[in-house]
């Protein structure tokens, strides 16, 4: 699984010399919390996100009135609030790459590059579009969870037994097992019922954790 196919396509994106007053209307209305900073030849150079945006927000102790405040507001351009040297990633990079830079740097979003031009954003509800397709979540079908022996052949012996009934499987993930002798492998499989799947993995001697 791929970044480029499950970013958001051109990104909405802003200038280091953009009110942010006009950056929070467009986040607002857009329901975004990052925006891409690029200067006049199209270089990223920043990203400013809604915590920047709040941050530049008088505390409600201010003795301004609010005309001094939106003043003030009208004043401050995304130069002076953005972040430089935002994380990015390559599109054609992995959704697993994309996952363990987003957990490792605590972050809910990353800026996608083609080369060192702006190609979209990958959001966290791009990741968990990715996992559903992962699962095989939009197939009808029976979910089969086992732990087998960590040998070679084991996952193809599986695979040739439910072919043998006319059965598909859409989806493989395998884990750690509970030693380091053994695998759980989650399947999901269309085109035979329940019952058929829990008969062959019982024949092939597996031990099935789940079956639904």
């Known amino acids: 699984m791929?970044?480029?196919?499950?970013?958001?396509?051109?990104?909405?994106?802003?200038?280091?010399?953009?009110?942010i007053s006009n950056v929070k209307s467009t986040m607002d209305r857009e329901q975004i919390t990052k925006v891409p900073v690029l200067d006049d030849s199209g270089k990223l150079i920043g990203v400013i996100t809604k915590t920047d945006l709040k941050k530049t927000m008088p505390s409600n102790a201010t003795t301004l009135d609010i005309y001094e405040l939106s003043y003030l507001l009208s004043k401050i351009t995304?130069?002076?609030?953005?972040?430089?040297?935002p994380i990015t990633i390559q599109k054609d990079a992995t959704i697993e790459e994309a996952a363990k830079i987003m957990s490792e740097k605590g972050i809910s979003s990353l800026i996608v590059m083609d080369g060192e031009v702006l190609s979209g954003i990958l959001t966290k509800t791009d990741l968990f579009k990715a996992v559903v397709d992962m699962f095989g979540f939009r197939y009808e079908g029976v979910r089969a969870e086992v732990e087998a022996n960590d040998n070679p052949g084991e996952l193809a012996k599986i695979s040739k037994a439910i072919a043998d009934k006319n059965g598909k499987i859409v989806s493989?993930?395998?884990a750690d097992g509970s030693d380091v002798s053994k695998?759980?492998?989650t399947l999901k499989i269309i085109g035979i019922s329940?019952?058929?799947v829990g008969e062959i993995l019982k024949t092939l001697g597996a031990d099935i954790k789940d079956l639904r």
Request: proline letters at 6%; aromatic letters at 6%; a positive charge.
């Open 2 to 19: 791929i970044v480029r196919d499950f970013m958001t396509k051109n990104p909405i994106y802003t200038t280091p010399k953009e009110l």
């Open 78 to 85: 995304v130069e002076k609030v953005m972040k430089t040297h």
């Open 172 to 174: 493989v993930i395998t």
């Open 183 to 185: 695998r759980i492998i």
């Open 194 to 196: 329940k019952e058929t």
